[in-house]
Structure formats: C-alpha cells, structure tokens
T-cell receptor, first 112, second 118 residues
Framework: AQSVTQLGSHVSVSEGALVLLRCNYS??????LFWYVQYPNQGLQLLLK??????LVKGINGFEAEFKKSETSFHLTKPSAHMSDAAEYFC??????????FGAGTRLTVKP | GAVVSQHPSRVICKSGTSVKIECRSL??????MFWYRQFPKKSLMLMAT?????????EQGVEKDKFLINHASLTLSTLTVTSAHPEDSSFYIC??????????????FGDGTRLSIL
C-alpha cells in the first residue's frame, strides 16, 4: 500500500523567502501525486497534481512541485512567500479509484 | 471547475442528537463521494466511500451504525451522525472526483462541517 510522509509538521519562513515543503511517497509503482492547501475551517483546495509527463508541475498561486522518481519525492516549492500563503498543506497519493491517502500535513507560517 | 457544496458549515447541538450533513456536487455527477474526518491539527482520515445506489464502504474502525451514509442520487450524499456524543465533535469534510475520474484525477472538497456536541 502506498503512503505519504511529509517531513516537518511546521515550516516558518519570512515573507519573500523560498518555500519548501517536503513530501516523500512509498509505492511499488509511481503513483499519482497531489498537493492541497487548507485554510482555517475550510475544505481542501487543489494546488497541483502529477500524473504523467513533465516531472516539474506548475500549480496555482505560484507553487510548483517536482516529481523525482529516484528519490520518491514530490516536494512543493514557491520562490517567494506571501503572507497569504500561510495555511496547512497536504501531500496526497492516489493509485486506485477510491484510494487517496494524505500526509500528516505541514503548517506554513509566513513572518512579515 | 467542479464544485462540491457541503452544508451546514457549523453545527452545535446537545448530546444525543442526530445530525445530518449534506454533500452536493453542483456541476457534475459523482457516482462516488468520500467522507473524511479531521481532528485538530491532524490530517484527513477517510471514514467511508459513498457509492451512488449502493451501500457505502467503511474504513476499518468506523462504526457503520454511528455514521450513516446515503447516496441516493448522483449529486447528493449525506452523512448522519446518529446519537452524537462529545467525542464525535470534529471537522467533517466530503469530496468527490471529477466526472469519469480515475486515480489520476483530483478530488474536489466541500468546505467542511464543524460539528460541536455539548
């Protein structure tokens, strides 16, 4: 069974600094990978996804993620953090129609 | 894009009350919807998969009689927390995949329901 590990439950960056949120997956075959963002008391919003093709995926709000099969990673990055990026971020993996599994989440704090 | 609407957004009620939460796909038909529970500062825990016209599939450890799921149409799934107690207080979120969606399609989430049992 696939699983997802997000390293770091809390990441704090200064406004304008690089954002790096880590995600590693465990799977016998490359899965489909997703990043979601959750603002307080709201559902999850899709940031980006990797299915096939180009390994560098661009998403909304300036985020992007790179699928690295050799490292079984799908880290999320953004060159310059904004205050509005402060939220909870979830990495998720999917291999079957009904089996999407989420990582534990990383809370991003952006300092002025 | 695909939109999922969840209602109500917040419920506060007394212990012993049954609470129904609705999840609607507004602009697409969803044969499968998912119900999650999220504890404070924790990830989403899949409770059950709701299948239109058939019984829901529950995850291990989730009480079927406590969390009743009905998926009577292609656009509506409901979760009823029966005889709710304070330990059932949580954030409940539903989702649905894109139409004809396989595993390479994202799930679209409702805004969640904050359930507080006094």
């Amino acid at each position: 069974a696939q699983s997802v590990t997000q390293l770091g439950s809390h990441v704090s960056v200064s406004e304008g600094a690089l954002v790096l949120l880590r995600c590693n997956y465990s799977s016998s075959v490359p899965p489909y990978l997703f990043w979601y963002v959750q603002y307080p008391n709201q559902g999850l919003q899709l940031l980006l996804k990797y299915t096939t093709g180009a390994t560098l995926v661009k998403g909304i709000n300036g985020f992007e993620a790179e699928f690295k099969k050799s490292e079984t990673s799908f880290h999320l990055t953004k060159p310059s953090a904004h205050m509005s990026d402060a939220a909870e971020y979830f990495c998720a993996v999917s291999k079957t129609n009904n089996d999407m599994r989420f990582g534990a989440g990383t809370r991003l704090t952006v300092k002025p | 894009g695909a939109v999922v609407s969840q209602h109500p957004s917040r419920v506060i009620c007394k212990s012993g009350t049954s609470v129904k939460i609705e999840c609607r796909s507004l602009d697409f038909q969803a044969t499968t919807m998912f119900w999650y529970r999220q504890f404070p500062k924790k990830s989403l825990m899949l409770m059950a998969t709701s299948n239109e016209g058939s019984k829901a599939t529950y995850e291990q450890g989730v009480e079927k009689d406590k969390f009743l799921i009905n998926h009577a149409s292609l656009t509506l799934s409901t979760l009823t927390v029966t005889s709710a107690h304070p330990e059932d207080s949580s954030f409940y979120i539903c989702s649905a995949r894109d139409p004809g969606g396989g595993p390479n399609q994202p799930q679209h989430f409702g805004d969640g329901t904050r359930l507080s049992i006094l």
